[in-house]
């Protein structure tokens, strides 16, 4: 328990994106749940192997659409029809096709905003500060080399035996991950 | 890669001569109907020649967009699209009955003496809408739709055995965008004398986008179930997997809205202008009994996909999505139904002919489309990209 304080997590480095993938889904097999890959670029296949599941960001944006679309639509029924009624041309008051331009942007508007920020959210962006810098051999993060961080608040975490373990899966280095 | 690894299946086989049976029975009978009632024939014939060619056109415009974007979702569909395309004579052959005699039942407002002493076209249209400018301009239209699919399909006859060839890629690129071009004017002003001309004394500029589109997601569909069928056998068994179907139900998701946005624009310039020679289109459509089809159209064209579509699930499962597709096939029927119809008859009830002759033409085309399947093997062997489309990096 106490170790957990001032440690972040274990962090090993890889050569290749196929070390990582392969090391990730042996952490995965042996029970390790808390844990993050660092690449330098999108690797395909290393969601599945971290057992990621789906995100909220579909239905967030969904959310956000509907909102965007129907206070549109309220809005302009809204102000056409109580608020300032007033006869264009003898078309109704409540002249829906009218609408629907607006409706339909602000739709997208919503849409993409809460997609946006949805995902910066989900994430915690933006944020200042990541324990994984305090390594200094993480500059290669966005480089050439690949990382997996098994974190400290994982249950199975023990700082020896987990260490050990990255150790056996062709790491090329294993550091420990202080948390300040 | 060899050729013969990647021939159709042996069921497609099987599938043309079904096909060719249903069609030519569902021919007879419709024939044999028509000799009663020629007008209601040529009605439900226009009906069912707008839908296959859309099928074929759409194709066209899809194995253009595919060279252009250079996506997998169009390596997959490239040939089961191209062979769409080869039914292009077909397309020819079907359109000769209307030009020889269906013309004078379904154009009798442009044609007729008597109606145009009544109602007598603008200057323009005098010289425009007669009946050999018609028969001119379509020989016009298929000589382009024509080259541009000779030209596209030989050149990929040719990439399969020249699987090196550069120049090859380069040429495709370069017609595609011009060939783009011309398919949507040609199609817009064949959508303007077949179609819009049904009734002569109204206009709308959209109107050939909004063809254009219906022909898209007819296209789209009919490829998608076309491949999720070919799946299930070798050699496309393994080959389709679910990013593919993502791609092309996103396609299809974009083609939906694409045609929606066409088709509300033009209501919502006319309902706003509310002038009297534009709101007629809209005078016999939206109101009686062919309001309920309008809704129809509406919630099940639109809405019911669209939502459908939104999934990521739902567009990663081959049989949903193909189902999906089926029926919005089915809708593109309805929906010319209800653009072409009620310019004849205020009652939305179909006859039986507007059953038996989309079954009739497109059992011949579907026919048709399975023998050109065979004719080639189910993938570009010859593209660049085909073994990084087909690979598999799903762990």
């Given at each position: 328990m106490e170790q957990r304080s001032h440690i972040y997590g274990v962090m090993a480095e890889f050569d290749t994106p196929e070390k990582l993938i392969h090391a990730t889904e042996r952490a995965r097999a042996e029970g390790y749940r808390r844990m993050d890959a660092y690449t330098p670029f999108p690797v395909e296949g290393l969601s599945e192997a971290m057992g990621l599941k789906r995100n909220m960001v579909p239905l967030i944006t969904l959310i956000g659409g509907l909102f965007g679309g129907l206070s549109a639509f309220f809005f302009q029924w809204w102000a056409n029809v109580l608020s300032y009624p007033e006869d264009i041309g003898g078309r109704p008051l409540n002249s829906w096709?009218?609408?629907?331009?607006?409706?339909?942007?602000?739709?997208?508007?919503?849409?993409?905003?809460?997609c946006v920020f949805g995902m910066l959210a989900l994430n915690h962006l933006p944020q200042p500060h990541h324990p994984v810098f305090n390594v200094k051999r993480f500059v290669h993060a966005s480089a050439d080399r690949f990382y997996l961080c098994v974190e400290a608040r994982d249950p199975k975490f023990h700082l020896a035996d987990t260490a050990r373990f990255l150790q056996g899966l062709h790491a090329r280095h294993v550091s420990e991950v202080p948390d300040d | 890669m060899a050729v013969e690894e990647y021939l159709a299946p042996e069921s497609v086989s099987r599938f043309q001569a079904r096909a060719f049976g249903v069609g030519t029975a569902a021919l007879i009978l419709a024939i044999l109907g028509g000799l009663r009632s020629p007008a209601q024939f040529y009605q439900s014939y226009l009906m069912s020649y707008l839908l296959v060619l859309g099928l074929t056109l759409g194709s066209l415009g899809l194995v253009m967009l595919q060279h252009l974007t250079a996506g997998h979702w169009g390596i997959i569909i490239r040939r089961p699209a191209e062979s769409a395309t080869r039914t292009l004579p077909l397309i020819a052959i079907f359109f000769v009955p209307i030009a020889l005699f269906g013309m004078k039942y379904l154009y009798g407002e442009w044609l007729d003496p008597q109606a145009l002493k009544e109602h007598p076209l603008s200057g323009f249209q005098q010289h425009y809408l007669t009946h050999t400018g018609y028969l001119i301009r379509a020989v016009i239209y298929f000589a382009v739709w024509l080259a541009l699919m000779f030209i596209f399909n030989?050149?990929?006859?040719?990439?399969?055995?020249?699987?090196?060839?550069?120049?090859?890629?380069?040429?495709?690129?370069?017609?595609?965008?011009?060939?783009?071009?011309?398919?949507?004017?040609?199609?817009?002003?064949?959508?303007?004398?077949?179609?819009?001309?049904?009734?002569?004394?109204?206009?709308?500029?959209?109107?050939?986008?909004?063809?254009?589109?219906?022909?898209l997601i007819s296209s789209m569909s009919f490829l998608i179930a076309?491949?999720?069928?070919?799946?299930?056998?070798?050699?496309?068994?393994?080959?389709?997997?679910?990013?593919?179907?993502?791609?092309?139900?996103?396609?299809?998701?974009?083609?939906?809205?694409?045609?929606?946005?066409?088709?509300?624009?033009?209501?919502?310039?006319?309902?706003?202008?509310?002038?009297?020679?534009?709101?007629?289109?809209?005078?016999?459509?939206?109101?009686g009994e062919w309001a309920a089809v309008a809704v129809i159209v509406c919630v099940f064209h639109f809405f019911v996909p669209f939502f459908l579509l939104l999934s990521q699930d739902l567009k990663r499962r081959a049989q949903v999505l193909s189902k999906i597709a089926l029926w919005l096939i089915l809708m593109r029927l309805v929906d010319l139904f209800w653009m072409t119809r009620p310019e004849f008859t205020s009652s939305a009830v179909p006859s039986w002919l507007d059953f038996v002759l989309p079954i009739a033409l497109g059992g011949l085309w579907l026919s048709f489309f399975a023998f050109n399947l065979k004719r080639s093997p189910l993938l570009p062997l010859g593209d660049p990209q085909l073994a990084e489309a087909i690979e598999h990096h799903e762990h």
């Open positions: 096709p009218a609408f629907i331009p607006v409706t339909f942007e602000l739709t997208v508007l919503g849409a993409a905003l809460s | 030989i050149w990929s006859k040719q990439q399969d055995v020249n699987q090196t060839d550069r120049i090859l890629r380069q040429r495709f690129k370069m017609l595609a965008g011009p060939g783009i071009i011309l398919y949507v004017l040609g199609m817009s002003f064949a959508a303007i004398d077949w179609v819009m001309s049904l009734s002569p004394h109204w206009a709308s500029t959209i109107y050939g986008f909004i063809v254009v589109g219906g022909q076309v491949v999720v069928l070919l799946a299930r056998y070798q050699p496309l068994a393994g080959v389709l997997q679910p990013r593919h179907l993502h791609d092309m139900g996103k396609l299809l998701l974009s083609f939906v809205m694409l045609w929606a946005y066409f088709d509300f624009s033009q209501l919502l310039i006319i309902w706003s202008g509310n002038l009297p020679a534009e709101i007629s289109f809209y005078r016999t459509r939206l109101y």
